[in-house]
């Protein structure tokens, strides 16, 4: 077996769920609970996209952080392309491509940034509690992620980088809930930030069954 075919399964995994949460991150939720409107605080894609930390700690596990950074490069690479390409064809051009174009862009920034310090930190922890490392990389991660992702896919203080989502500027009470209003997208921050920080925490489960499985990591070659 290849270098490249047995790292292929990251690789497709990676690209498969980036690509997903960009389509996906164009929708709010639809329907309320109580007096909170879910579409002020979540879109779609807060429940795919934490899933790629834990694609790149599997992969750090496995193969070390040389490996595990290729296979976040060739991911980002595969992500931006198809999330330029697809959306597009899925939407039947109903997305402007210069919004597309910022959304890809905005991804890419958060993911590299959120990817790599994941990896950073997964290594200097790796040797402590089986549990530490993946939760603290992804947590870490996260906020970046959504830091770096939102400001820039959102804030009007991008809107050089492509036009703005007008409903994501709009004011809504902060959560759909409490007593302050600011524009729309900073909820769907914190709620895909809170998101990503339950789902790090469910992770865990899949990514201490598959380690597991490994005696011992593979040398990457």
């Known amino acids: 077996m ?8 990251f690789v497709a995994a ?7 949460s960009n389509i996906l991150v164009q929708f709010p939720m639809q329907g309320a609970i109580g007096d909170l409107s879910l579409g002020d605080i979540l879109t779609w894609g807060a429940f795919t996209y934490p899933f790629s930390f834990l694609v790149t700690d ?33 939407f039947r051009h109903e997305t402007a491509a210069d919004r597309l174009v910022r959304i890809a862009a905005a991804s890419g920034a958060a993911f590299l940034t959120a990817q790599l310090l994941d990896v950073t930190v997964f290594n200097r922890l790796r040797r402590q509690s089986w549990w530490r490392a993946p ?5 870490v991660g996260s906020v970046f992620d959504t830091l770096v ?5 959102f804030s ?20 759909g809930v409490l007593p302050i209003e600011t524009m729309r997208w900073v909820s769907w921050a ?10 790090a925490v469910v992770a865990l489960i899949p990514y201490r069954l598959l380690a597991a499985r490994w005696s011992q990591p593979a040398l990457a070659v």
């Open 2 to 9: 290849t270098s490249f075919s047995r790292y292929l399964p």
């Open 14 to 20: 990676m690209a498969l769920v980036v690509v997903a």
């Open 58 to 90: 599997l992969a750090n596990r496995r193969y070390g952080p040389a490996v595990a950074r290729r296979i976040v490069f060739v991911g980002f690479m595969t992500a931006v392309v198809c999330s330029i390409l697809v959306p597009p064809f899925l």
């Open 135 to 139: 939760i603290v990389g992804t947590l």
């Open 149 to 153: 992702f939102f400001t820039v896919a």
């Open 156 to 175: 009007a203080a991008f809107a050089f980088a492509g036009p703005s989502d007008g409903f994501a500027l709009e004011a809504a009470p902060l959560m």
């Open 190 to 199: 914190l709620g895909d930030l809170s998101v990503k920080l339950i789902i």
